[in-house]
């Protein structure tokens, strides 16, 4: 099955682009995680998530934690947890009424990459990865359909010297956020379920 659709083949015949896409295709999207994948995956801080509800309407969202928080844990299956946030569950409650997502991982340094993973989420519950993950309330299941690296011409050289200081680590209190405090919100922030 083609990663492409008749709108992208339009604008590939426009641009006489088609050639090139199918070459992209062909040697560069895969299936299944490779070593080179997951090495590069667990290198990351952060990646961004994208998702549609049930009429199609999109969102995206930055998704980060310690590095190595997303991970391949086997050739078809890419975890990642999700941490206390603002309530809301965009991406999440996207996922349970349309399982399609598109994770984009960067890095921005020396050498800058990115990488695309297509596919379905699952979203799992008291799954006993969780306890491995510090602050984990809930763990995202990805299977991917389309992996394949992306050009890197555009990604700024930029360094991330200091990791958020919200991150969960394990034996660590979570710090909480100082808008939860807010006389707006306190009275209806739920309490923390890590």
């Not at 990351?44 to 310690?66: H, I, V, Y």
């Not at 919200?166 to 909480?176: D, F, I, M, N, V």
């Amino acid at each position: 099955m083609s990663m492409y659709h008749e709108g992208q083949r339009g604008l590939q015949d426009e641009f006489a682009s088609r050639a090139l896409a199918d070459r992209l295709e062909q040697t560069l999207r895969h299936d299944h995680f490779t070593d080179r994948d997951a090495t590069f995956i667990a290198a990351q801080s952060f990646f961004f998530l994208a998702t549609a509800d049930d009429l199609g309407r999109p969102d995206c969202s930055f998704k980060g934690g310690p590095v190595g928080f997303a991970r391949v844990t086997a050739p078809d299956t890419l975890i990642f947890p999700d941490y206390d946030g603002n309530g809301m569950f965009k991406s999440l409650g996207n996922m349970v009424v349309n399982p399609q997502v598109g994770l984009l991982f960067m890095s921005m340094d020396e050498k800058p990459q990115r990488l695309r993973v297509n596919g379905t989420a699952q979203i799992l519950r008291g799954d006993p990865a969780m306890a491995q993950i510090p602050g984990a309330q809930l763990l995202i299941k990805v299977t991917p359909r389309d992996i394949f690296p992306n050009c890197p011409r555009y990604i700024p050289t930029m360094s991330a010297e200091t990791p958020s200081v919200y991150a969960s680590e394990a034996g660590k209190p979570a710090l909480e956020p100082d808008w939860k405090a807010f006389p707006i919100f306190a009275d209806v922030v739920p309490p923390r379920r890590t």
